[in-house]
């Protein structure tokens, strides 16, 4: 059973800087597909990012502004977020899918088998 909690979320102006982590336990972190997913209220949870092995993939919408990076040594899994807006303001969750890599990174919420709880981030205008 893998386990993800996810830590760094807060309350920033917009143009900030956040740092999220998600520290994972139980199985082979290196082996997963690791991703961003995040959820305004009243909306759907949306992909953000994903990481393999020297692949990663962004949404348009934070393209630029948002870096995804993992390391391995310390399961953990880290979403730096620049230049926020408010329309970055969500619940931000951390995802881990273990199948193999096909060449395209997943990014629909139902491809990945393990979630963390979420880390509100609020951005203020």
């Known amino acids: 059973q893998v386990r993800l909690v996810e830590s760094g979320g807060a309350l920033v102006q917009a143009g900030g800087s956040l740092r999220l982590s998600c520290a994972a336990s139980?199985?082979?972190?290196?082996?997963?597909?690791m991703g961003w997913f995040r959820q305004a209220p009243g909306k759907e949870r949306e992909f953000v990012t994903a990481?393999?092995?020297?692949?990663?993939d962004y949404a348009d919408s934070v393209k630029g502004r948002f870096t995804i990076d993992r390391d391995n040594a310390k399961n953990t899994v880290y979403l730096q977020m620049n230049s926020l807006k408010p329309e970055d303001t969500a619940v931000y969750y951390c995802?881990?899918?273990?199948?193999?890599?096909?060449?395209?990174?997943?990014?629909?919420?139902?491809?990945?088998?393990?979630w963390g709880r979420g880390t509100q981030v609020t951005v203020s205008s």
């Open positions: 139980g199985g082979t972190f290196s082996r997963y597909i």
């Open positions: 995802a881990a899918d273990r199948t193999a890599y096909t060449g395209r990174l997943p990014t629909t919420p139902s491809a990945y088998e393990y």
């Open positions: 990481i393999t092995s020297g692949r990663t």
